[in-house]
Structures are given as structure tokens and as C-alpha cells.
T-cell receptor, first 118, second 113 residues
């Protein structure tokens, strides 16, 4: 079973509008972390935002916010006031404890390609 | 200063060759990783090293071997390269005690002809 599911292979948004990128996860680890990364066409992986499973408030970083709904196991990324430079692949990832290795492991979703339209 | 650096950025080689990709981090992190991103953009962890000790070894072929000469370096050696090895390989590092996110290197695009 997939641990991280991103159901939107591609999304379009008008410049200056807000957009929500979906992410659901599956884990039995009570202490986990959720991440969003941006990968522009140049290829680098850019960390955007992090949410810990015990964090009471939704994480925010500038125009990025994470809509964390623990009971639904969802961690959607909201980008406000989209800009042309936001066009990229966006990956949701989860950090959970890997009992076999005795350490934490980061698992990625398949990504959502966001295109911002002028 | 670059936090995580990888060399080379592009690598084109023939099937059957042996090649290495180097990774260095100047963050003082204890844990370093190698990820593979395939043509469909799917990222999968290959190896994880903590204080020079392998702690996760996903089911990758034993033609791939990570080598860590010291805490700041984790190099990836690939023997007998195959067409299916063509991908982008990312090095990353983290220090969970200090922060919850990983720093990724710029990636190495490997093309096997």
C-alpha cells in the first residue's frame, strides 16, 4: 500500500490565485513528520514546509501553508497568491520510524506538477 | 556556501562501465542519504548512512555501493552500469535533532547509453 498518495498528477492555477495540492498518508507511527518539497525544471529539491504529528497548529511559511487534518490523515499544501515561478513539481513526503533499521526514513509521494497560468 | 554538493552534475557513460558520484555536506550532519529519481519523477531512497554506518539499504542491486570516507562525504559507486540505471541521483543530509528537514544536493543526471 502506498504510504504517501498525491492524487493530482497535474494542476493548473491562474496567477495570483490560491491553489491546494492534496496529500494523504498512511502510518502506524504515532510520531511522524510531513514535508513538502518543490522541484523546479532545473531539478533541485527545495524544502518548503514541515509539520510534525504532534504540532497543534498548521505550519506556515510565507505563501505556503500546510492544512493538516490528522484524523483524515491529510496534509495538503496551500499556496496563496500563485506566481509564475511556482510552476514546478511538488512532492509530499513523510518521515516515520523504520523499525527494521532503527532509524527514521523519508518516503515520497509521486508528485504533482503545478502550472501557473499568466 | 553550498550545503550539499554533488559531482558531477551530468554523467553520460556506456553500458558496462563503472562510475562514481561524489557527495559532500558542510553542515555537520550525522546522516546522509542517496535517492534515485526515475523518469516518472518518483523518488526512492537507496541508502542511508549515519556516522559512517549503513542503516538502511533498500532493495537496490549490489552493483551499487555507498562509500563514506568520513562523516561529510557519502560517495556512490556503480559497477557494470545498465540502461535502467539512467536516472537522477540525489544526495541528501539531515540532523533530526536540529531540524526536521533534509537538505538535498543538486542532483546528478546519469545517462547510460
Amino acid at each position: 500500500a502506498q504510504k504517501i498518495t498525491q492524487t493530482q498528477p497535474g494542476m493548473f492555477v491562474q496567477e495570483k490565485e490560491a491553489v491546494t495540492l492534496d496529500c494523504t498518508y498512511d502510518t502506524s507511527d504515532p510520531s511522524y513528520g510531513l514535508f513538502w518539497y518543490k522541484q523546479p525544471s532545473s531539478g533541485e529539491m527545495i524544502f518548503l514546509i514541515y509539520q510534525g504529528s504532534y504540532d497543534q497548529q498548521n505550519a506556515t511559511e510565507g505563501r505556503y501553508s500546510l492544512n493538516f487534518q490528522k484524523a483524515r490523515k491529510s496534509a495538503n499544501l496551500v499556496i496563496s497568491a500563485s506566481q509564475l515561478g511556482d510552476s514546478a513539481m511538488y512532492f509530499c513526503a513523510m518521515r516515520e520510524f523504520h523499525s527494521g533499521a532503527g532509524s527514521y526514513q523519508l518516503t515520497f509521494g509521486k508528485g504533482t506538477k503545478l502550472s501557473v497560468i499568466p | 556556501d553550498t550545503a550539499v554538493s554533488q559531482t558531477p552534475k551530468y554523467l553520460v557513460t556506456q553500458m558496462g562501465n563503472d562510475k562514481s558520484i561524489k557527495c559532500e555536506q558542510n553542515l555537520g550532519h550525522d546522516t546522509m542519504y542517496w535517492y534515485k529519481q526515475d523518469s516518472k519523477k518518483f523518488l526512492k531512497i537507496m541508502f542511508s548512512y549515519n556516522n559512517k554506518e549503513l542503516i538502511i539499504n533498500e532493495t537496490v542491486p549490489n552493483r551499487f555501493s555507498p562509500k563514506s570516507p568520513d562523516k561529510a562525504h557519502l560517495n556512490l559507486h556503480i559497477n557494470s552500469l545498465e540502461l535502467g540505471d539512467s536516472a537522477v541521483y540525489f544526495c541528501a543530509s539531515s540532523q533530526p535533532q536540529l531540524g526536521e528537514y533534509k537538505f538535498f544536493g543538486p542532483g546528478t543526471r546519469l545517462t547510460v547509453l
